[in-house]
DNA sequence: CGGACTTACTTTAGTCACGAACAAAGGGAC
DNA sequence: GTCCCTTTGTTCGTGACTAAAGTAAGTCCG
C-alpha cells in the first residue's frame, strides 16, 4: 500500500488536470494497459483517494465508469520574475487559478532574493488545499534543474542558485522548481492549450522580450544546459542596432517592445517621453508610419521564424505573449513572410494565436509543477521526485483525516 | 530461451559496435542494472553466441572480463541516393566498410526505382555474413518511416514508396529503412564519431547542399513528418538569388556549391565552362577574389548557424561533407562570424571538422540499420523490430551452424 | 426478444528488470 | 602479510507491468 508507485502520481495528476475519466482513458492517457489501470485504481479506491463517481452511457458496448479524485483541493504556486515586478499566483490541479500577487521588484538589489523569498512565503503559507511544490519561471536559461542555477542577463544574474535559496527559505520544506519562463508556458500550453492538440509546436512569445520553445514528439527541447529558445538573440540583420546582449543585429533589437517604441520615437511617431503603449494606440487608429513599423517587424518576424521551421519543421506554431495585444497589426506581413519562405509543401503550417495575460505566465510556471508527475524522464530531478511523492502522500492523508 | 528479448539485440549490437565490453560497461552503456546484465549474458553465454575472450588488469578492484562476439559476421547494407548516382557498400556491425559499388542514377527516369532495386539487389546477393537490412539514405524527408514514402524535390520525387518498393523487390525478404541522408549521417556520428561523445550535437553538412541534423540528448529531432534539418533553405538574404525551392535567398542559394561555382564565373574567377573544384584550386591557389569569395561563405554560413545556435543551444559543432575538403577556407570568417553573434557565455562552444567521403554517406545509412538494435522509442517502425530479431536470429543460427 | 457485435473492465499467469546483499578478485598502506 | 578499499560480477526475492483470456454490460438488427 505504501508503494512509492511512480504511476499513481501520473493518474492522480491525470484525473486533476483533465477531470473524471472512465480507466481505458487513463490507460490510453498513460501508456499502460487496462490490466495495469485496474490494477492501480483499486489501491486508490480502497484508499478512498479516488471515487467512481458517473457512467457514461455507452456507444454500443458496455458503458464505462467515471473516475474523480475526492479531494482535488491540490495545486502549486507559480512564480513569474520579470525585471521590474514579481507576479505569484496559486493554481489548482483543474487549472483554476487563485487570486495573484504582484511586488515591485529590483534583481539587482542585494536583498532580492530575500524579496523574491517573502513574496512567496506569503503565499505559501494561505495556500488552500495540498501545496505540491512552487514553480518559478524567469527570463534567463537555469543551467542545472536539480540545484536551481540560473543565467538571466536579463536580470543581471549570473551563477545564482535560486533553487537552493528558495528551498532554505521557505516556510516549510517545498519542493521547488525553475526554468526559463518560455518553457513554463510551453509545458502550460502542452497541459492546457492548444499546443497540447499537437505533437510538435513551435511556440513563440513577443513582447518585451521575444523567446521561443521548441517541441518534439510532446518533449521540450531544453537545449544544453537549459539555453534553447533565445529567439530574440537570432542575428537577423547585418548592421542592426546594438542589443543588450552586445551584439549587433539580434532580432529583439529590432521587433522587441523597446526596439519598437525607440523607432518609433525617432521616426516622430511618438513623442520623446512616449513609449510602445502609445505606438499601439497611434497604429490602432490609423496612423500610417505605425502601421507600417508593425508591418516592418511582421516581416521580419516571419521571415526569421520561416528559416526556424525550415530547420525543426513544426506542426503548428502557436504566437503569444504580451504583444499579442496588437497582434492583428502584425499579422498580415508576418503571415506573408512566413508563408513566401517556406518550402511549398509546408506553407499550410497552421499559426495560431493565443492571449496570455501577465498572470497566465506565473500560471505557467505553476505548470511545471503540475507537470512533473507526468515526467517520465525525470528532468525535474529530486525535486520532481518529491512532487510526486507529496502528491500521493498529500491526498492520501487528506482522506484519512 | 526463445524469449524475443528487446534487450540482447541491443548487447550485441553494443558488442558489435564498440568491441570487447566488460559486463559493468554494458550495464552502464545500456542503461540496465549490473543483475541484469549477468542474466542477459548466461544466456548469449550458453547459446555461444558470444564468450570471455580476455580480461583487463584491474584498477583498484576486481579486473573486468571482456565479453566478445564469437561470430561477428553480421552488418548491413548502405545506399546513397544522389540525383547523378547511387552509392552502395556494404557495412559490417564494427564499422569496416566492404567494397563500394557506384551506378549512374537518374531520379527522373521511369524505371529509376527499378535501377535502384537493381543496384542494391547485387550486394545484398553477395553479402558476407548476416545481412541484418538495407538502409537507405536519400535528400529529401521520409513521410512515413514504417512505409518508408519520400518526398524529395531533389530527386524530383515527391510520395514515392521507395520502402515498399524495396522490399516487395529484393531478392531476399530484408528489412528496408529509409531516412534522410543527413539524419543518417548523424546517427553513424552518434554511433562512430565526434558526435557520440557529446550529449546535443549540432551537425552541419557543407556541398551541394547544406543540411543539418539536430540531435537532442541523444535523439535525433526529426520533426513533424521527418522534415527537420533543412538548413539549406534558411533565407538569409532579402534580395538574394533564386533557389531551385523557388524562393528567394535560401542559404543554400548563396553558399552551396553550385552558387559558389555560378559566383566564380560571374565575377570572372573561373571560366564559363568550369565549376566548384576549379575554384577550390584557384582559391587554395592564393587568388585573392576566390579567396574572398569563401570567406563571404564562411561569414554567412557562421551568421545562420549563429542563430540557429542560438534557438537549439547545441554543445558540439560538427560540420562535415563534401565542402569540407576545402574547409580552411571557409573557417576563419566563420569561426568570427559564428562568434560574433552568439550570447557571451556560448562563444567558446567546440567546433569539429570531420572528413567524411563519399562512400562514408553510404555507410551512415548502413547505420541506420546497425543503430535499430538500440533504439528503444522504436522509431524505425516494424522494420526495426525485423532487423533485432534478425541480429539475434542470425548470430545464434551462425553458432549452431 | 434473442443473437451478433462492441466496448469496458478483471483475472491469471508469467516476464522483465531491479535493488540489496553477497562473493570474488584485485590494489595499496602500514 | 594483513587489513581495508575499490571494483566487478552474481544470487535471490520482489514488484511493476503485461498479454491473453474471460466476464460484464450495454447497443443494434432482424
Redesign the interface.
Known amino acids: 500500500m505504501d508503494a512509492l508507485d511512480r504511476r499513481a502520481p501520473a493518474l492522480l495528476a491525470t484525473l486533476g488536470v483533465r477531470g473524471p475519466q472512465s480507466r481505458t482513458q487513463l490507460a490510453r492517457g498513460l501508456g499502460l494497459s487496462p490490466a495495469t489501470v485496474t490494477q492501480l485504481t483499486r489501491q486508490l479506491l480502497t484508499a478512498g483517494v479516488i471515487g467512481e463517481v458517473d457512467s457514461v452511457p455507452s456507444r454500443g458496448g458496455r458503458p464505462a465508469t467515471l473516475l474523480a479524485l475526492t479531494n482535488r483541493r491540490a495545486g502549486a504556486i507559480g512564480v513569474k520574475v520579470s525585471p521590474s515586478r514579481i507576479t505569484v499566483v496559486p493554481v489548482q490541479m483543474d487549472g483554476a487559478v487563485g487570486e495573484r500577487t504582484v511586488a515591485e521588484f529590483d534583481p539587482g538589489a542585494p536583498e532580492a532574493l530575500e524579496v523574491l523569498a517573502d513574496t512567496i512565503a506569503t503565499q505559501v503559507q494561505e495556500f488552500d488545499g495540498v501545496l505540491l511544490g512552487v514553480g518559478v519561471g524567469l527570463p534567463g ?1 537555469v543551467d542545472d534543474q536539480a540545484r536551481g542555477v540560473v ?1 538571466a ?1 536579463t536580470l543581471g544574474w549570473s551563477g545564482m542558485a535560486v533553487g537552493d535559496y528558495l528551498r532554505r527559505t521557505l516556510p516549510q520544506p517545498v519542493p521547488v522548481l525553475l526554468d526559463n519562463d518560455v518553457n513554463t508556458l510551453a509545458v502550460a500550453e502542452h497541459m492546457y492549450g492548444e499546443a497540447g492538440r499537437h ?2 509546436p513551435l511556440i513563440v512569445t513577443i513582447g518585451h522580450g521575444i523567446g ?1 520553445a ?1 517541441v ?1 514528439g510532446g518533449r521540450l ?11 530574440g ?4 540583420a547585418l548592421d542592426g542596432p546594438e542589443c543588450r ?3 549587433r ?1 539580434c532580432l529583439e533589437a529590432l521587433v522587441g517592445d523597446d526596439a519598437l517604441a525607440q523607432r518609433a520615437r525617432e521616426r516622430g511617431i511618438v513623442g520623446p517621453q512616449e513609449g510602445k503603449s502609445e505606438l499601439n494606440d497611434r497604429a490602432l487608429g490609423g496612423h500610417p508610419g505605425a502601421i507600417q513599423l508593425f508591418e516592418e517587424a511582421g516581416t521580419l518576424l516571419g ?2 521564424l ?3 521551421a ?6 503548428v506554431l502557436v504566437i503569444l505573449g504580451e504583444g499579442t495585444d496588437v497582434w492583428e497589426l502584425w499579422r498580415p506581413s508576418f503571415t506573408m513572410a512566413l508563408r ?7 506553407r499550410s503550417i497552421p499559426i495560431v494565436m493565443e492571449d496570455w495575460p501577465d498572470d497566465r505566465w506565473a500560471a505557467g510556471a505553476a505548470s511545471l509543477v503540475l507537470f512533473s508527475p507526468f515526467d517520465t524522464d525525470g528532468l525535474g530531478g529530486d525535486q520532481g521526485e518529491l512532487v510526486r511523492t507529496r502528491l500521493h502522500r498529500g491526498l492520501t492523508e487528506a482522506v484519512e483525516a
Chains 1, 2 share one sequence.
Open positions: 536559461a543565467d542577463p505533437p510538435s521561443c521548441i518534439a527541447h531544453r537545449g544544453f544546459r537549459g539555453g534553447a529558445g533565445e529567439l538573440h537570432v542575428p537577423v546582449c552586445g551584439n543585429g521571415r526569421t520561416a528559416g526556424l525550415q530547420v525543426v519543421d513544426p506542426d513566401r519562405h517556406l518550402l511549398p509543401d509546408r
